[in-house]
Every structure is written in C-alpha cells, then in structure tokens.
T-cell receptor
Framework: GQSLEQPSEVTAVEGAIVQINCTYQTSGFYGLSWYQQHDGGAPTFLSYNALDGLEETGRFSSFLSRSDSYGYLLLQELQMKDSASYFCAVSVTGGFKTIFGAGTRLFVKA | GAGVSQSPSNKVTEKGKDVELRCDPISGHTALYWYRQSLGQGLEFLIYFQGNSAPDKSGLPSDRFSAERTGGSVSTLTIQRTQQEDSAVYLC??????????FGPGTRLTVT
C-alpha cells in the first residue's frame, strides 16, 4: 500500500522560514506534489517534483529525494495569509492516481 | 476561464436514501478525480478517470459508491443507501496531466 507522513501542526512567526516535511512509502512512485487549503476552501496546487532537487516558485520551494523517499515544502517570508493546511501527495500508477497525506496545519503568528 | 464546478454545494439526506453528486471539469482536461474529506482530515482518494481508459476505482469504500463520466466531461458520483459515515465533503478535481489538479468547491454531504 501507500502511506505518507507529515507533521500535524507547525507554528511560525510572520517573516520567518518554515519547512514542512513529508516522507512516503509507495510503489510505482512518479512524483510528489504540494497543495494548500485554507479553511472552508478547496485545495490549490503549489508545486510538483518528479526529479531529485529543489523547485522554486516565488516564496515557496519544494524539494525531493527519491532515494530517501522524502520531500519538503519550504515557505519563506511567511505572511499571515499563509496560515492554512498543506498537503503532500504522491502520484503513482502511471502518474495519475494521487494519494494525499493527512496534512500539516500551519499557524503563522504576528 | 471557468474552473471546476460541483453541484449541489450542500446536500442533506436521510439515512438509506440515494444521492447523486455532479462535477463539471475544466474543458479539455482529460483526468477527473473524486476525493472525500472529513472535517479536519486529509483527502481520501475515491476514483479517477483518464481519457478513454477504464477508471481506477480502487479507492471506492464500498459497492454503494459508483461513478461515471459521460462523454469525457461531466462526472456523477452516486452513493446508494447512504449511511451516517458517508457524511463528508466530496471534492472533484480535473487535470491535464495528473499531477496539477484543479479542485472544485466541493459538495458537503450530511446524512441524518
């Protein structure tokens, strides 16, 4: 089967940097995605890593190590609006089936 | 352009009744997904459709759940003989490639 582990909660202060880790156990791994979800809202896509290394998109970066079955999402210059849940998700079985982690709730404090 | 739409936004039904949830994906997206999310929880994969391939139904929790996608576009998720544990938000997503998924606003299902 497939499983993903990520911390349930992270707290950080405005302007700081925070890293949300994700480890996975899966067969037929294709890539690792990250999604953001605000309370009451729908998940929105942040990033995708299919190969090892760092992908940067503005204040957000995502990293993948396939050999370690590990990835992380890095959020820089935290803003209050970044308070949300963040989900890692693995694409398997031809790249389309997607399994989500339980999510990490990020609290950004002033 | 138009995003993914879902209807109804809210559905309250009595235990034992059947419900149908609808999803209109983004035009041109070949992949369509259904997920279930309970309050404060992650997204539980239910089923996905990709092009003309047979759907992957491996996440459907029981045979009371079924889904179809007509004409490669609109999809309907049907839950028969609803149970209280079916109460959740049902999310639909579409994608051109699979990994970048665009989600609809969801249908909040409450079974009384």
């Amino acid at each position: 089967g497939q499983s993903l582990e990520q911390p349930s909660e992270v707290t950080a202060v405005e302007g700081a940097i925070v890293q949300i880790n994700c480890t996975y156990q899966t067969s037929g791994f294709y890539g690792l995605s990250w999604y953001q979800q605000h309370d009451g809202g729908a998940p929105t896509f942040l990033s995708y890593n299919a190969l090892d290394g760092l992908e940067e998109t503005g204040r957000f970066s995502s990293f993948l190590s396939r050999s370690d079955s590990y990835g992380y999402l890095l959020l820089q210059e935290l803003q209050m609006k970044d308070s949300a849940s963040y989900f890692c998700a693995v694409s398997v079985t031809g790249g389309f089936k997607t399994i989500f982690g339980a999510g990490t709730r990020l609290f950004v404090k002033a | 352009g138009a995003g993914v739409s879902q209807s109804p936004s809210n559905k309250v039904t009595e235990k034992g009744k059947d419900v149908e949830l609808r999803c209109d994906p983004i035009s041109g997206h070949t992949a369509l997904y259904w997920y279930r999310q309970s309050l404060g929880q992650g997204l539980e994969f239910l089923i996905y459709f990709q092009g003309n391939s047979a759907p992957d139904k491996s996440g459907l929790p029981s045979d009371r759940f079924s889904a179809e996608r007509t004409g490669g576009s609109v999809s309907t998720l049907t839950i028969q003989r609803t149970q209280q544990e079916d109460s959740a938000v049902y999310l639909c997503a579409s994608s051109p490639e699979g990994y970048e998924q665009y989600f609809g606003p969801g249908t909040r299902l409450t079974v009384t």
